[in-house]
């Protein structure tokens, strides 16, 4: 059985070079936004004693980099071409293939996370030597084991969701884009931290997002490692991440049944 995924894995692996375009792209797109990120918040803390928000300029530029990490290992994912599956019809083949769909998807995700994950650690290390920015080295080990857990229930959680995305195409094959577009580049981004900490934001704001799955993708994950959430505050966060992994996936699962009801593979 897991020589069946560890064989989609390879062929994954591959056929990830055959959209280098694509690939490049993503991966410039990641780069570019941490100097402009980079570069705006060394000028905020240009002094280096200055706090802003609890943050000191070695935390916040760690957060910078941290983000770069992890959107490898959480944002980049090939389940995004589930949709086009279901449009076209081609789901027909996985349905009478004696595999498990989402497990399929799953092993596929997480190809694309190794390779963006071995380009992001190479694109750390030759922007630390140009920029040379003072980082935050997390030591507690509670701390490192609560980063480690709450980053594998965020790749939990992005799959989940993107999954569920995924399977508007049942309804809307046509429109199923622009679901994407709205759950990757707006939601995804700003409300999982990606563009700026969460905690600059009012408070208010704040604790009505720590009630949805986006700030546990990566804004939470990162504070753990920061040492900024830690105690009971860390692990109330992980009970909420796990909360909505089982939610998504009992939802999944559900949304999945009716969809499967309404497919009809048209023209295959």
């Known amino acids: 059985m897991l020589e069946k995924y560890l064989q989609i894995f390879k062929i994954s692996l591959v056929q990830e070079f055959a959209y280098r375009l694509n690939f490049i792209m993503w991966r410039v797109r990641n780069v570019m936004q941490i100097f ?3 570069f705006l918040w060394n000028s905020v803390f240009s ?3 200055r706090m802003v928000f609890g943050y000191d300029r070695g935390k916040i530029l760690t957060y910078v980099f941290g983000i770069l990490i992890l959107k490898a290992i959480v944002l980049s994912a090939r389940a995004v071409d589930v949709a086009g599956e279901i449009s076209r019809g081609d789901l027909s083949n996985f ?12 092993t596929r995700d ?4 190794a390779l963006n994950l071995g380009f992001a650690i190479v694109e750390v290390l030759i922007l630390f030597i140009l920029l040379k920015p003072p980082l935050f080295i997390q030591t507690e080990i ?5 980063f480690l857990v709450s980053l594998v229930l965020a790749v939990f959680l992005f799959f989940l969701l993107l999954f569920l995305i995924n399977l508007v195409a049942f309804w809307m094959p046509e429109n199923s884009w622009a679901a994407q577009f709205l759950f990757i580049a707006i939601l995804t981004e700003f409300l999982s931290g990606g563009v700026f900490p969460l905690d600059i934001l009012p408070i208010t ?3 009505f997002l720590y009630l949805l799955p986006f700030p546990y993708l990566m804004f ?5 490692y920061l040492g900024k959430i830690v105690g009971s505050q860390m692990f109330g966060g992980i ?5 909505w992994v089982l939610v998504l996936a009992i939802g999944l699962n559900i949304v999945w049944n009716k969809g499967i009801k309404r497919f009809e593979a048209v023209g295959r």
């Not at 595999?99 to 998807?105: A, D, E, G, S, T």
């Not at 939470?220 to 753990?224: G, T, W």
């Not at 009970?239 to 909360?243: G, K």
């Open 36 to 38: 402009l990120v980079f």
């Open 47 to 49: 002094d280096p004693t």
């Open 95 to 106: 349905l009478l293939k004696p595999i498990n769909y989402f497990k399929f998807w799953f």
């Open 110 to 113: 997480i190809s694309s996370k």
């Open 142 to 146: 509670i701390s490192l084991f609560g």
């Open 205 to 207: 704001v704040q604790r």
């Open 220 to 224: 939470f994950p990162l504070q753990v």
């Open 239 to 243: 009970l909420i991440s796990l909360f």
